[in-house]
């Protein structure tokens, strides 16, 4: 077994509430490309044009985003072996929850309980109406744009239509906020996986256990912003690193 590893498992051995926080590392591997990375999102469009002020305003930006949604196959992704990890790590009952940057409804199609899992930016997979507030499934949009809907309003008000994914711009929402500032105050550890760490306010939450004296473990490609911070850090794939350590944890 890899010296890291190893000690990260000794590192994590004792504790009894770990907090999972991911990011768009984790996904990588189920065909979902992260955001800031050599071939992220960002390097492809530009993220000024998806304000929530841009998208509410202009049907362009709003017809640019359902195309985007619908062609990126991030609705059909599969969870791999990762999110598998995590799944299993919380059936040891040694998880306080798992506190997640993404959209795509992976940790939950693993096996995590809908209740231990807070999405801080929102799911793809749901949409919403920005004026009566009517939710429903993303697939049912992009069956109509499929029918020739550029712009798809909502069916009972004819308001805009739009995912609960946070856009640039959009408060995080309250509650899902709340929750994870709790799981924070109960957590005895951080695990961090697939995250640069570096968007705010998102990675106050692993701040916050580190603050409170309690160890940090990264997984993750590349550097993150905390590494200065972590007890060690595994430089890897999230899918190669997670189920060996889930399974010595067990």
């Not at 490309?33 to 530009?46: E, L, S």
């Not at 195309?67 to 059936?91: D, F, I, Q, T, Y």
């Amino acid at each position: 077994m890899d010296q890291t590893l190893r000690r990260a498992i000794e590192t994590l051995a004792d504790r009894r509430s770990i907090l999972v926080f991911t990011g768009a590392g984790i996904s990588t591997e189920s065909g979902i490309p992260d955001f800031r990375g050599p071939d992220g999102v960002w390097t492809r469009v530009d993220p000024a044009e998806f304000t929530i002020e841009r998208y509410l305003a202009n049907p362009e930006t709003r017809k640019r985003s359902w195309e985007m949604r619908a062609g990126s196959g991030s609705l059909k992704a599969k969870p791999n072996a990762a999110h598998k990890a995590v799944a299993a790590l919380w059936k040891t009952g040694r998880m306080v929850g798992c506190v997640t940057q993404n959209i795509d409804g992976l940790h939950q199609k693993a096996g995590l309980p809908a209740e231990a899992v807070v999405e801080l930016h929102g799911n793809a997979h749901e949409t919403t109406c920005m004026s009566c507030g009517d939710r429903m499934p993303t697939t049912e949009v992009i069956t109509r744009l499929d029918h020739g809907e550029n712009d798809p309003h909502c069916l009972l008000c004819s308001g805009i239509l739009k995912t609960t994914v946070v856009m640039f711009g959009e408060a995080l929402p309250p509650v899902a906020t709340d929750r994870a500032f709790w799981m924070a105050t109960e957590a005895d550890a951080v695990l961090a996986v697939g995250s640069t760490l570096s968007v705010f306010p998102a990675a106050s939450i692993p701040l916050e256990v580190v603050r409170a004296g309690h160890p940090l473990v990264i997984v993750n490609q590349g550097a993150t912003e905390f590494d200065d911070l972590a007890a060690l850090r595994i430089d890897g794939a999230a899918g190669s690193i997670l189920p060996k350590l889930a399974k010595a944890l067990r």
